[in-house]
């Protein structure tokens, strides 16, 4: 039985008989298929992968899991359960995968009691977030990726161009390097407009003096990296040198904190202090990272509510930023493995600021 789903089966809340996994990242990890149109019904003791015709070749690669296979996969799920009704009568959903709207139509439609409380996400995601060797090494390759990315991208930012052909480039760049889709929807912030934290690409000129913000991930095998980098176009006065020194050292108090055992929201303070004593505490508005999971983010969080003590196993980004409205903002961001025995940073972009 696959090691991953065998731990979901342990690890399931005393009270439910069996997890239905809808969304598309989870299925993946469980199955290491990408199946779309497809969910997973774990039990204690068996798995059904449901999907559509269109993907039997895939699906029946799945050995662990007994495929079933139909046009209507809600009907083909309620008729197994009422098969199955001696041993499933309470099945848990995942809750940030789906519509009230579609929890609601299930509790019509389906033979068991139906939860969607969270304890199941809470299992999956912790679950997933604890990487193996083979997990963290994927990870480090799509890493390594957008380090080569933002490298090469600096060779072709200039005044001018805006911020659609950046994020063109960025994208070409990042597949030539070997990933194999964006791990998230990326920012590519220009001037003014990095000071709104996750700003889509509208048009905006680049001009010199400007500030620009990448904040990119690669994919490789499932498994996605994120990162955030500045730099200027041609120049960089005074306040930006500063606002820009002021994160770097609060980043550097970030990745520095980090402990086994130390709650997550230690970690998160110690980097907001830095920027707090230096007067920019109000335009400091988010958590300092979150774990990398086979969704990014997923998982634990360093911000200034949760007490989830740093284990082992976990990678987590570290990203404070200011943001001042009307003017500019600065991030920076670093993904660090939490490891038995160190903690290692697997970014390996220039934290110094650049001028292209």
């Not at 598309?24 to 997973?40: E, G, V």
């Not at 774990?42 to 799945?62: E, G």
């Not at 939860?115 to 090494?137: F, H, W």
């Not at 993904?335 to 001028?355: D, F, K």
């Given at each position: ?116 409380d969270g304890r199941l996400d809470d299992v999956l995601y ?231």
């Amino acid at each position: 039985m696959n090691k991953r789903i065998e731990r979901l089966m342990q690890n399931l809340p005393e009270d439910i008989d069996a997890a239905l996994i809808t969304g598309y990242d989870i299925r993946r990890y469980y199955t290491r298929q990408a199946i779309p149109d497809s969910f997973l019904l774990v039990s204690r003791t068996a798995v059904w992968l449901f999907a559509s015709p269109f993907y039997r070749d895939k699906a029946r690669k799945v050995k662990d899991a007994i495929y079933v296979e139909g046009k209507c996969l809600l009907s083909r799920l309620t008729e197994l359960l009422i098969k199955e009704r001696d041993s499933i009568k309470r099945v848990a959903v995942q809750a940030d995968q789906m519509t009230v709207a579609e929890y609601e139509q299930l509790k019509r439609v389906l033979p068991c009691g139906l939860t969607a409380d969270g304890r199941l996400d809470d299992v999956l995601y912790l679950q997933n977030c604890r990487k193996t060797e083979e997990e963290v090494r994927a990870v480090q390759e799509a890493q390594d990726a957008a380090d080569k990315m933002f490298t090469e991208v600096l060779n072709y930012v200039h005044a001018g161009m805006d911020d659609w052909q950046l994020q063109k480039i960025v994208g070409i760049l990042l597949r030539d390097f070997g990933s194999q889709r964006d791990s998230f929807d990326h920012v590519t912030g220009v001037g003014v407009n990095t000071s709104m934290p996750h700003v889509r690409p509208n048009g905006t000129v680049i001009r010199p003096g400007d500030f620009v913000m990448l904040d990119v991930g690669a994919t490789i095998d499932g498994y996605g990296s994120d990162m955030t980098r500045m730099f200027a176009v041609e120049y960089a006065d005074e306040r930006k040198r500063e606002i820009y020194d002021c994160v770097r050292r609060a980043q550097k108090a970030g990745c520095d904190a980090i402990e086994l055992g130390k709650p997550c929201c230690e970690i998160d303070r110690a980097a907001r202090e830095v920027i707090e004593e230096a007067g920019y505490g109000r335009y400091y508005m988010h958590g300092l990272g979150h774990s990398i999971g086979i969704q990014v983010p997923g998982g634990p969080r360093f911000n200034q509510t949760d007490t989830t003590p740093v284990f082992s196993g976990l990678i987590m980004t570290v990203e404070p930023g200011i943001y001042l409205p009307g003017e500019f903002g600065v991030r920076i961001e670093d993904m660090l493995h939490i490891g038995e025995n160190e903690i290692r940073n697997m970014t390996h972009s220039t934290h110094e600021l650049i001028i292209v």
